[in-house]
């Protein structure tokens, strides 16, 4: 069900432009333990206390609210760790953090983490926070694209670093590349709003709300409903980070405490946008934008499997799925032991709640 604004359920970045800035491994030195230096233990931690740097996938705002929250609570002291947050952005790597050794844990995506292997990094996802991909086809609410169909002889926005992505989906959805016309957009929904394309290929929980917020009813067609659903903000770590004793138990500490301010930030996400523009005041944000994108999120990142086994959850059905997807979108060389849910069910041991 959709309200007014045409968003889904619940009525939700990095968008899949941003995907190939945030994942990319490049020509980087392999590094050692990330962002850790050893402290006084602390109660319940056995690795004793730390200091860890944990890198997001984009600029700070409500995006990572339970992450905010997990911090401005305690939540991370509590556990034994000093967590250093550090924005991504357009000329951030965060593969590359995690690899240099800069950060101990990185928010990716799969398909980015299968080409950051291919060149040669040794990463490993080790959870999901988002258990539906956030990429959508935004149209108008009075010219609405409902299903991958509506795509036939309509314009379509798209930066050409996601024409890959768009392209997967048409195939997946039996439909080909010239049934659909490819505009070159820079990830402006003013092409949209100025009537040049019928939809604009973006992020459910960043340009629909932005609308939203100014006033303009959109329609969200997301593709993760029609089978196109990478795995995205992705827990990922160094393969051997989980092979050595001291640096896998940080990262099970880092996981936990994140993994109980997204357990907060689902009972009140509103506490989350507040925090947000108050944690970051030189970021820009709206409160009102970021209360809008703190609602819609909830659609994509809680399902009734982290209902049932917990916040970041995946399935090997997931796995399988995605190595499926990376086919399509010419990535080779991933397995399964790209994928490794270990860290996962330690957290969860005793339930879903961390």
């Known amino acids: 069900m959709r309200d007014s604004n045409g968003f889904r359920g619940r009525a939700a970045g990095p968008a899949l432009t941003r995907r190939a800035l945030l994942g990319g491994f490049g020509a980087v030195a392999l590094g050692g333990l990330a962002g850790c230096a050893s402290g006084s233990a602390s109660p319940g931690s056995p690795g004793g206390s730390s200091a860890v740097t944990y890198q997001l996938s984009w600029t700070h705002s409500v995006q990572f609210g339970g992450t905010y929250l997990a911090r401005d609570r305690g939540l991370f002291d509590e556990l034994g760790l000093q967590v250093e947050l550090a924005a991504g952005g357009p000329n951030v790597a965060g593969d590359t953090s995690t690899v240099s050794g800069a950060a101990l844990m990185n928010i990716s995506s799969a398909d980015g983490v299968a080409r950051s292997n291919a060149e040669g990094a040794e990463l490993v996802v080790i959870g999901a926070q988002y258990q539906k991909s956030p990429g959508t086809i935004l149209s108008l609410a009075d010219a609405p694209?409902?299903?991958?169909?509506?795509?036939?002889?309509?314009?379509?926005?798209?930066?050409?670093?996601?024409?890959?992505?768009?392209?997967?989906?048409?195939?997946?959805?039996?439909?080909?590349?010239?049934?659909?016309?490819?505009v070159p957009s820079q990830y402006d929904p003013a092409v949209l709003t100025a009537g040049q394309v019928d939809g604009i290929f973006c992020f459910y929980n960043d340009l629909p709300v932005a609308l939203a917020v100014q006033g303009v009813a959109g329609y969200s067609m997301l593709l993760a409903d029609f089978g196109y659903n990478p795995m995205s903000q992705t827990y990922t770590v160094l393969r051997s980070s989980?092979?050595?004793?001291?640096?896998?138990?940080?990262?099970?500490?880092?996981?936990?405490?994140?993994?109980?301010?997204?357990?907060?930030?689902?009972?009140?996400?509103?506490?989350?946008?507040?925090?947000?523009?108050?944690?970051?005041?030189?970021?820009?944000?709206?409160?009102?934008?970021?209360?809008?994108?703190?609602?819609v999120q909830l659609d994509i990142m809680y399902s009734d499997a982290t209902d049932e086994f917990g916040f970041a959850w995946f399935g090997d059905d997931q796995v399988a799925e995605n190595l499926r997807l990376f086919e399509l979108l010419g990535i080779e060389g991933a397995t399964e032991q790209m994928w490794d849910r270990s860290i996962l069910e330690e957290v969860y041991g005793n339930g879903p709640t961390a």
Not at 152 to 169: E, H, N, R, Y
Not at 265 to 274: E, F, M, N, V
Not at 279 to 285: N, Q, R, T, V
Request: charged content about 35%; glycine content about 8%; proline content about 4%.
């Open 145 to 182: 694209l409902e299903r991958p169909e509506d795509l036939v002889g309509k314009k379509i926005g798209v930066a050409g670093a996601d024409t890959p992505a768009l392209d997967a989906f048409l195939t997946i959805n039996e439909l080909r590349r010239e049934q659909v016309e490819f």
């Open 242 to 295: 989980l092979e050595d004793e001291r640096k896998r138990d940080r990262v099970v500490r880092l996981v936990r405490g994140d993994a109980q301010g997204w357990q907060l930030y689902q009972a009140d996400p509103g506490a989350a946008a507040k925090l947000a523009v108050e944690m970051y005041p030189d970021a820009g944000l709206d409160l009102a934008t970021q209360q809008k994108q703190a609602e």
